[in-house]
């Protein structure tokens, strides 16, 4: 008879991203599947089934740009004058859940440390987020989820070419029949003149750059109007008001 694997227990919060993509390194996330949860993808409101048969991404105006993310009382001086020199920053959800608080998806410490060292020539790369209040969330999902990005205009073209890259690196063999969902947010502001879009792209991994480089080419909505690609996207996040 074979001895049945032992599996570590997961830690029930991790208290850095180091910690967590340390984990998530060093373990496969198909062992752990009798903790996650299958979950309907859905917008506030309601509830739909995941459809990214196709590519689709949505556009709308955000006031979630650098000078929000900088100005947040809850980080820490030195955290807010990082993300204000920064090019690129994960920013997290504001919770799920019966969690109350910042939350990534899971890996997001991995691709953080990939992005630092992909991007230290060209770009600076942050968290919006202290290490004490770091956590991330493992859901059950055929699609790929990784966490939302704030960059600068400059940036926003390499911060494509680097998701691209790092779903690739990933993914292996698996990247051209993966489905992905990921936001990017474009700060434009410019001297006194704030301005920021967030794009939200759902569909296959190989025509991820393609879709988003297209959205970045697009107008801009007024602010209570989305613009979608494809299909009605149900993961997009509702424009901050």
Same mark, same amino acid.
């Given at each position: 008879?074979t001895?049945?694997?032992?599996?570590?227990?997961?830690? =029930?919060h991790f208290?850095?991203?180091?910690?967590a993509a340390e984990?998530?390194?060093? $373990? *496969?996330?198909?062992d752990?599947? =009798?903790?996650?949860?299958?979950?309907?993808?859905?917008?506030?409101?309601? $509830?739909?089934?995941?459809?990214?048969?196709?590519?689709?991404?949505?556009?709308?105006?955000?006031q979630? *740009?650098?000078?929000?993310?900088?100005?947040?009382? !809850?980080?820490?001086?030195?955290?807010?004058?990082?993300i204000? &020199?920064?090019?690129?920053?994960?920013?997290?959800?504001?919770?799920?859940?019966d969690h109350?608080?910042?939350?990534?998806?899971?890996g997001?410490?991995?691709f953080?440390?990939?992005l630092?060292?992909?991007? &230290?020539?060209?770009?600076?790369?942050?968290l919006?987020v202290?290490?004490? *209040?770091?956590r991330e969330?493992?859901?059950?999902?055929?699609?790929?989820?990784?966490?939302?990005?704030?960059?600068k205009?400059?940036a926003?073209?390499?911060?494509?070419?680097?998701?691209?890259?790092?779903?690739?690196?990933?993914?292996?063999?698996?990247?051209?029949?993966?489905k992905?969902?990921?936001?990017?947010?474009?700060?434009?502001? $410019?001297?006194e003149?704030?301005?920021a879009v967030?794009?939200?792209y759902?569909?296959?991994a190989d025509?991820?750059?393609? #879709?988003?480089?297209?959205?970045?080419? #697009?107008?801009?909505? !007024?602010?209570r109007?989305?613009h979608? &690609?494809? $299909?009605?996207n149900?993961?997009?996040?509702? &424009?901050?008001k």
């Amino acid at each position: 008879m074979t001895d049945k694997k032992k599996i570590d227990p997961v830690p =029930e919060h991790f208290a850095t991203y180091d910690e967590a993509a340390e984990f998530w390194d060093t $373990h *496969d996330t198909i062992d752990y599947s =009798e903790i996650f949860r299958t979950i309907e993808e859905g917008s506030r409101g309601g $509830h739909k089934k995941s459809n990214v048969s196709k590519p689709a991404w949505t556009c709308m105006e955000t006031q979630s *740009d650098f000078a929000y993310w900088s100005g947040l009382p !809850s980080l820490t001086t030195e955290t807010r004058e990082a993300i204000r &020199q920064a090019d690129i920053v994960l920013v997290p959800d504001p919770g799920f859940g019966d969690h109350v608080g910042p939350i990534f998806p899971v890996g997001t410490g991995e691709f953080y440390q990939w992005l630092r060292e992909k991007a &230290q020539v060209t770009a600076k790369v942050e968290l919006a987020v202290e290490d004490a *209040d770091y956590r991330e969330l493992v859901l059950h999902s055929d699609v790929v989820r990784i966490a939302t990005l704030l960059v600068k205009w400059l940036a926003a073209s390499l911060a494509v070419d680097l998701i691209k890259d790092y779903l690739k690196e990933r993914l292996g063999d698996r990247f051209k029949g993966s489905k992905v969902y990921c936001t990017l947010i474009v700060d434009q502001s $410019h001297g006194e003149t704030r301005k920021a879009v967030q794009l939200s792209y759902e569909g296959p991994a190989d025509t991820l750059v393609a #879709s988003m480089k297209q959205a970045l080419e #697009s107008p801009v909505p !007024s602010p209570r109007e989305t613009h979608v &690609q494809g $299909h009605n996207n149900p993961g997009a996040v509702p &424009q901050s008001k």
